[in-house]
């Protein structure tokens, strides 16, 4: 059988068929160890080189580099006068077209925050502006038992799962997936063309 590598990126389309694009919204979903914290810092790199507004929801340990974002906001912080002031800036910018990508850490605590003025929870409001500014909107959400079987990853359908450290419990509620070894940051991606099975990757 022949296997063929193709670099994986992210960022807009690209015209070229030797390099794997995720151009839309991403997840991550594995535990500590498995080389998600490695991937997290090259993302963040990757945003902040891009030209877009840049959101940064921390649910983890406190970052040094809060001011290279132009909101920052741990989840210690994220009270719900604090997410309704930054949900608002956000849908500011979006029904102005400006493109926006939204970095969040840990999402299990973040999924059941709640945001003052609304009835919905901060999941259902994410929901719903990706669901209206699909175009503009980017999410890289980082997660693992909390974000595989919530409701905001069937909104995002570019995943990348990471066995190393998981247990087959937690795997539970994964897709069915090509195996691969459990290899810090070997990960197996999934996309509406590869919604089955999906495809090995390593990440950096």
């Not at 992210?10 to 979903?29: E, F, Q």
């Not at 077209?97 to 840990?106: F, N, P």
Request: proline share 4%; hydrophobic share 45%; glycine share 6%.
């Amino acid at each position: 059988m022949l296997f063929r590598s193709y670099p994986l990126t992210l960022g807009p389309k690209s015209a070229r068929d030797d390099v794997a694009v995720l151009s839309n919204s991403v997840a991550w979903v594995g535990t500590a160890d498995s080389g998600v914290e490695t991937t997290l810092a090259t993302v963040c790199q990757h945003v902040q080189q891009r030209p877009e507004r840049k959101f940064f929801l921390d649910g983890g340990r406190l970052m040094r580099s809060e001011n290279s974002w132009d909101t920052y906001l741990h989840v210690s912080d994220a009270a719900p006068d604090a997410l309704q002031e930054m949900v608002q800036h956000l849908t500011v910018l979006l029904t102005e077209e400006q493109h926006t990508t939204v970095v969040i850490t840990d999402w299990g605590s973040w999924a059941t925050q709640m945001v003052t003025g609304h009835f919905q929870g901060f999941e259902d409001l994410l929901i719903q502006l990706l669901r209206q500014h699909a175009s503009v909107l980017r999410l890289y959400v980082f997660g693992a038992r909390e974000l595989a079987g919530g409701r905001l990853i069937a909104m995002i359908p570019d995943r990348l799962y990471l066995p190393m450290n998981s247990s087959s419990e937690h795997r539970m509620i994964w897709p069915k997936l090509v195996s691969v070894p459990a290899i810090k940051a070997r990960a197996v991606l999934v996309t509406a063309e590869h919604a089955t099975g999906g495809l090995a990757v390593q990440l950096s």
